[in-house]
């Protein structure tokens, strides 16, 4: 006879509900379901998601360290607030870290690697000649994310991939809140430059173009904060 009573949950059951309580949470909030500011009662949602508050808490834990939900103690728990201030930080940090894989990974790329860099880069002035100047959607900045990845997924490195999914999520968050605009001729520019550096296997230039240029050339964040 197991020494476990048979109705204890297990710390896996429990990591699993808290999961799918995050997930549907995340969803939630980029999709504007949950918007912004908006507070987060436990009641309502252990009856929306069906699970119980621990979970539910351990899943709002992990959502305020990636910066979608906000918690104060005996006073709030809420969808956060994202800021022109506080987007830009993230795409900083955003550029840094790519930045960073790039140079170490661009000198080793092959040719049929750079062929596929081009492609993704390709996709990306594509947008840029369709974009002008208007509103980033999430579809947008899922795209040039996808390109900038490039280099963070051949290093196949999952402790990396998963930081930047974080940083990634935030951003989504940020761009679906705040009025964001791509410059169309700027996102051209960028995406050359990185390719004319990527062809000379220059990592350094391709390092500078990401994290010098990326987040203030290419985005505008109109209002303040």
């Known amino acids: 006879m197991s020494p476990v ?20 949470l995340l969803v939630a909030i980029l999709n504007g379901t949950l918007v912004a500011g908006e507070r987060l009662h436990d009641d309502e949602l252990i009856q929306w998601l069906g699970v119980s508050r621990t979970p539910i808490r351990t899943a709002l834990e992990r959502l305020a360290e ?63 000649a369709r974009q002008g100047e208007h509103a980033w959607s999430r579809a947008d900045l899922a795209l040039v994310d996808e390109a900038v990845s490039f280099f963070a997924h051949r290093t196949g490195n999952p402790l990396l991939l998963d930081l930047l999914f974080e940083i990634r999520v935030r951003l989504a968050f940020s761009f679906s809140s705040l009025r964001a ?18 062809d000379r296997r220059d990592g350094r230039v391709v390092a500078d173009v990401l994290r010098e240029r990326f987040s203030w050339r290419i985005v505008r964040v109109g209002g303040s904060g």
């Open 181 to 198: 605009f791509g410059d169309g001729a700027e996102l051209t520019a960028w995406a050359e430059a990185l390719l004319a550096a990527a």
């Open 66 to 128: 990636v910066g979608l939900v906000e918690m104060a103690p005996n006073r709030f728990t809420r969808v956060a607030v994202p800021t022109r201030s506080s987007l830009l930080e993230t795409l900083q940090l955003y550029a840094a870290l790519h930045a960073w894989v790039a140079e170490a990974v661009v000198p080793g790329l092959g040719d049929d690697d750079l062929a596929e860099l081009h492609r993704c880069f390709g996709r990306v002035t594509e947008l840029a």
């Open 5 to 24: 009573p048979g109705a204890a949950p297990s710390a896996r059951t429990r990591e699993l509900l808290s999961d799918g309580a995050r997930r549907s």
